[in-house]
């Protein structure tokens, strides 16, 4: 009796989703939760298992294909046999030819981290061997090629910039250098992603329904850079995880929404609901866009608690591997544009929250302590709010509950 593939359930906000690509093809064997497929929604990308080990009898959807949640997207058989593949007996250099084109027919859809992974670093799919089942590539086999590259003799290298002129993901063109552009078409189209069409949909809604406002203050970064020099290294041994500075602004984040709660508040209909709770959106950088998961109960966590957190969640988002439940809810969010070198911006809020703060880069500059012109270490900050729910006051006054906190770290501490 043949199984149908369904598209699984993905939460309440999500209708529909895109075939990213098959992981297996028609008339391979499959094993009961082995990877057979991967969707794309407009928040993640998700993995669908085998309900049960056959053979998949049918593809009903090709990649880029839209597909409606419980739609029957394939068939497994279960008491069907593989397709065959006669073994040589002998190995030949025609045979050899036909084992490299099988693999890479084999490898022509891959995860995503391993085909940025593979992108990145200018490989061949083709020319790497796959140890995963059925010969598909593995992220070890590509890091075992990436080796072997680095250690080939001169000769090997040499040819290297002809690896390296691979095509970039479709998604986001890479930047090349000015002297290959005669070799490149003039325009580069590719369809928006579901989670770039849903950032785009997202970002304008959030101008058109809210009165967008944003503040801006400096903060001196000495106390803090201070006390991580001092501690960091004592802070790896104790908890294995390094000591930076989103943990500092957490905290200072909620200490400053404990004593301004309207901005740890949303519009609700025709209600203001305040929250007694803090989760906060740490924005992340990934393959496909930024994402904001979430470190649920953040006032509940130790520092390190909040850097190990955040390290798992920025881990996920690069791999691919974020999960909805990772970006549900959210009652503030804290985006650090500093990372890429930004000294100003005004951040766009995050629907239904009704603020965001926005960190920028270090520079030292020359300010003005004690009547006496020093240099510091400073950053500026912004808080975009929705003035429907926060006042100018109450947002200023955030402003500066953060900047006190940072630069005395000690306030955090004694949570004054």
Do not use: C
Not at 21 to 44: P, Y
Not at 103 to 120: F, G, S
Not at 226 to 231: E, T, V
Request: charged share 20%.
């Amino acid at each position: 009796m043949s199984i149908e593939i369904k598209v699984p359930e993905m939460g309440e906000s999500i209708t529909e989703a895109t075939i990213a690509n098959w992981v297996k093809k028609e008339g391979e064997r499959v094993e009961q939760d082995e990877v057979l497929v991967e969707l794309e929604t407009d928040k993640v990308t998700m993995e669908v298992p085998a309900p049960s080990a056959g053979v998949l009898q049918k593809i009903n959807k090709k990649p880029g294909e839209t597909v409606k949640i419980k739609e029957v997207i394939g068939i497994i058989d279960p008491s069907a046999s593989a397709k065959s593949t006669p073994t040589p007996s002998t190995p030949s250099t025609t045979n050899t030819a036909q084992t490299n084109t099988t693999n890479a027919a084999q490898n022509d859809t891959l995860p995503p981290a391993v085909r940025k992974l593979i992108d990145d670093n200018g490989l061949n799919p083709a020319s790497i061997s796959g140890s995963g089942k059925n010969g598909q590539i593995t992220k070890e086999d590509v890091l075992n090629a990436i080796a072997n590259k680095q250690s080939a003799p001169a000769a090997a290298v040499s040819a290297a910039p002809v690896a390296a002129k691979s095509a970039p993901s479709p998604e986001i063109p890479k930047a090349v250098p000015a002297a290959s552009r005669s070799n490149l078409p003039r325009e580069n189209v590719v369809p928006m992603t579901k989670l770039r069409q849903t950032i785009a949909n997202r970002l304008v809604a959030a101008q058109h329904n809210a009165a967008l406002l944003t503040t801006f203050n400096e903060v001196d970064m000495s106390a803090v850079m201070d006390l991580r020099a001092k501690y960091k290294d004592k802070f790896k041994d104790a908890h294995n995880i390094n000591l930076g500075f989103m943990s500092f602004f957490t905290k200072a984040v909620i200490g400053a929404l404990k004593f301004v709660p309207a901005i740890n508040a949303e519009i609700r209909g025709t209600d203001l609901v305040y929250k007694n709770y803090f989760d906060i959106g740490v924005a992340v950088g990934g393959p496909k866009g930024l994402v904001v998961p979430i470190v649920r109960d953040a006032d509940l966590l130790s520092f390190a608690q909040v850097e190990s957190e955040i390290a798992r969640l920025a881990n996920k988002v690069k791999d691919g591997k974020i999960d909805l439940s990772d970006m549900e809810g959210g009652t503030f969010t804290i985006s650090n544009g500093g990372i890429y070198g930004s000294m100003m911006s005004t951040p766009i809020l995050n629907p239904p929250q009704s603020g965001i703060l926005g960190l920028h880069n270090i520079v030292k500059r020359a300010v003005v302590v004690n009547d006496q012109i020093v240099i510091r270490p400073m950053m500026y900050v912004a808080l975009s709010y929705d003035h429907r729910v926060v006042d100018g006051k109450e947002a200023v006054t955030f402003l500066v509950k953060v900047k006190e906190a940072i630069e005395d770290p000690t306030r955090l501490l004694l949570e004054v």
